[in-house]
């Protein structure tokens, strides 16, 4: 069964007024929401943690609204539109990432920490330069993250209203970037999960609508869709996406061995680097007992991974329905593959309402990574080794709204300079970056009684600086077309995610510097982490010191 799309390759998508009326009222509605909530932040545990106020199920489905990305949405039903069955492994890769975070350090963070991660590392190691160090890399990360997110934007509204300019992106960006500012500034944590799990809702119900409508297209039958979407790719007009075989293997990482060893070392960051992302282990922090905890944990699960399965429907349904060569031809590329399926499927109106979804996961994304950046910094640098523990709660939130503004400033920045790339990619950047910096430490702080300050140093600076080193110096930034900056050529480093080498070195080093440094760890504090790790019994106690 062959669909061919009856529309032309316009240059813009739908009515821009009425896509961009959509996406207002969406704003309004949320920033109510935000105003609302914010009227009960009295304290800092209410800035920074909402309180600890939300139900499982109310915190289960604003983890899977902080999880379900711009890279989730529009990247990975990108990918998969273009690559096939190599753009699933993104969606494969973040759905086995979650289930590590939640087997290995979910709860137990939860346990033992109060408002950051940077609680539970320095519990039983020395308080400032371990701190120092947490907040450094929560704010890597979440500067990766933000990056992401902020291109998504960029290409989304590039579509929607043929903006094909870079500086006209870029004050669309920029647009983004002050109303994610408004949202934490406004109203916390409490305002950002509620947009969260406003966002969380409309975008699960909108992919389970686009996905029943695709099936419907094709009499529910999933063969015929991966064999149209076959025929689309085969039939392109571009040689290079012609001959990829989509339904199976090796279209994207393939053909040679550097492309292979890239596959391994982009799956082991997706995997391992949800257990390390600030702002998702930061969520647990918001429920009341770790029972809510686990709760949050079964809401979150049967979400995303519901999503996941949707987005398979929803890539390649749009290859074979809009098809590769009109999705890479769109002002947004690859990201435009969701909203122009949207748009062939039901017309402006689902056009509207999916594009203002898709800016409902942006700006509840970036406004739950700007708030962990800005608590780590207000919370653990700031009142933890400035001040040693000397400061009230209100120059604490004082702090925390005025590094908000400042990360915000450098994520429109960042965005801009990342303008066009797959945002699945640029998330996957972020993973690698928290996988090395904050995985080891992590665990070996939860597990190996042994390890001390220096392990902790070594690991995280270790893992956070040759991360980067090695992404600067990647394809990934230069020597090619795709490259952030192609007019430059400085890669020396082969694969464009450094997952492969900087995870284990991050590990190395953690064992490295524990033996290295002097034994400065406590028996009976790390027998107390243990005990309050794994059992909740004494975590009360760190939320109320």
Known sequence: ????????????????????????????????????????????????????????????????????????????????????????????????????????VAEMLRNTGKFTMADVLSFRLKQGPVRTAAALTTLAVSLFYLLAQMAGAGGLVALLLDISSKSGQAVVIAVVGVLMIVYVLVGGMKGTTWVQIIKAVLLITGAALMTVMVF?????????????????????ANKAVAARDVLAPGAQYGGSATSK?????????????????????????????????????????????????????????????????????????????????????????????ISAVAFATILAVVAGLTITAATSFAHDIYAGVIKRGKVDDNKQVRVSRITAVVIGVLAIGLGILANGQNIAFLVALAFAVAAAAN???ILYSLFWKRFNTTGALFSMYGGLISTIVLIVFSPAVSGNKAAMLPSLDFDWFPLSNPGIVSIP?????????????????????????????LTGVGAEKAVAH
């Open 261 to 353: 060893l890239n596959f391994l070392s982009l799956g082991l960051a997706l995997v391992l680097g949800t257990a390390g992302l600030p702002h998702v282990l930061m969520r647990f922090y918001t429920v009341p007992t770790a029972k809510e905890a686990r709760r949050s944990v079964v809401w979150a699960i049967g979400l995303i991974g519901a999503f996941y399965l949707f987005t398979l429907v929803l890539g390649y349904g749009a290859a074979a329905i809009v098809g590769p060569d009109r999705i890479l031809a769109a002002a947004g590329g690859q990201n435009s593959a969701a909203p122009l399926l949207a748009f062939e499927l039901g017309g402006v109106i689902l056009l509207g309402i």
């Open 439 to 441: 995985l080891p430490t």
């Open 1 to 104: 069964m062959n669909h061919v799309s009856t529309y032309a390759a316009a240059t813009t998508v739908g009515e821009p007024a009425a896509n961009i009326g959509i996406f207002a009222v969406f704003v309004a509605i949320t920033m109510v929401v935000v105003i609302r909530a914010s009227r009960s932040n009295a304290t800092a545990a209410d800035f920074f943690t909402g309180g600890r106020g939300f139900s499982g199920p109310q915190n289960g489905i604003a983890i899977a609204g902080d999880y379900l990305s711009a890279a989730s949405f529009l990247g990975i039903a990108g990918a998969i539109a273009v690559y096939g069955y190599d753009g699933f492994l993104y969606s494969i890769g973040f759905l086995v990432a979650w289930l590590v975070a939640l087997l290995l």
């Open 216 to 236: 419907a297209k094709f009499g529910f039958n999933l063969s015929d869709i991966l064999g149209s979407a076959q025929e689309h790719v085969t039939g392109s």
């Open 505 to 533: 070195l991050a590990f190395a080093l953690g064992i490295i510097g524990t033996f290295l440094g002097p034994k400065d760890e406590n028996p009976a504090v790390a027998a107390e982490m243990e005990v309050r790790s």
